[in-house]
């Protein structure tokens, strides 16, 4: 059975500092690119950082370009998200996704971890 679990999250005054991680089991996914969304109350889940099976190449959304960091250790089969200057409306459930084709379609989503940043 393939799992993510995301773990990390929790509260954090604005300007705090986080990280998450995304730990796979049931399936190797270092030849696959992940990702990491998130969704706040009555939002769309949006698209927060997405990184290659390498590790060579990053994309973030433009809301967290330069606070945030996608990273992977293979060997781990973990993904990271470190978040720095978070703000209040960073605040959402963070999930992570596995795009095991490479075709940018997410077939694997972990249960989410919540993200509060508090003004």
């Known amino acids: 059975q393939v799992q993510l679990v995301e773990s990390g999250g929790g509260l954090v005054q604005a300007g705090g500092s986080l990280r998450l991680s995304c730990a796979a089991s049931?399936?190797?996914?270092?030849?696959?690119?992940m990702g990491w969304f998130r969704q706040a109350p009555g939002k769309e889940r949006e698209f927060v950082a997405r990184?290659?099976?390498?590790?060579?190449?990053?994309y973030y959304a433009d809301s967290v370009k330069g606070r945030f960091t996608i990273s992977r250790d293979n060997a781990k089969n973990t993904v990271y998200l470190q978040m720095t200057s978070l703000k209040p409306e960073d605040t959402a459930v963070y999930y992570c996704?596995?795009?095991?084709?490479?075709?940018?379609?997410?077939?694997?989503w972990g249960q989410g971890t919540q993200v509060t940043v508090s003004s």
């Open positions: 996704a596995a795009d095991p084709a490479s075709r940018l379609q997410y077939d694997y």
């Open positions: 049931g399936r190797t996914f270092s030849r696959s690119p």
């Open positions: 990184i290659s099976w390498s590790g060579a190449n990053t």
